[in-house]
Structure formats: C-alpha cells, structure tokens
C-alpha cells in the first residue's frame, strides 16, 4: 500500500513537471508566433498541471504542509507564463527606447 501511494505520488509530481512545462513552452511559442491556437491549446497543459498537482494534494500521504506548499505552487504557476511574458515584452520595450 505505502509503496502504491509513493509511485503515486512520483508519477503525479512527474506529470506536473511535464505538463507545466508544455504549458510554458506552447504559451511563449503561440505569443511569440503570434498563433492564438498554440496559445489556446497551452491552457489544455495548464489545466493537466493542475488536475496533477490536485492527485499529490489530495494523496493521504503528505503532511498538511506539504498539500499547503503543493497547492500554492500549483495556482501560482497557472500565472507564471502570462506574467513573464509580460516582463519579458516590457524589458525588451525598454531596450529598444
């Protein structure tokens, strides 16, 4: 049973990772692009991330600390592409003045 839970739990942080990370790359490559579908479809990799970050969440395994340090970082990086895009359109605008 405990080893079930923890392959859970690696295979759930595993998808996370992933899906954050497809969610970044095909959010940067649609804005850059200019493709609104890329852009689009990166939110499908968003929502995986998140459905992931809720199976750890929700695993009776971890300490409550950690489901709070979990489901932090999981809305907050819902956020994360959106806003460094920002950043980054601003700093370049800035350097080109």
Known sequence: MLAETIYKLMLYGF???LFAG???I??????FS????????SYSFALLQFLSGLGMVLSPYLDLLWRVIILFSTFAYLFIPPVMWRVVVEMHKRHEE
């Open 15 to 17: 998808l996370m990772v």
């Open 22 to 24: 497809a969610y970044a």
């Open 26 to 31: 095909l959010y940067a490559m649609g804005r």
């Open 34 to 41: 200019g493709l609104p579908l890329l852009t689009r479809a």
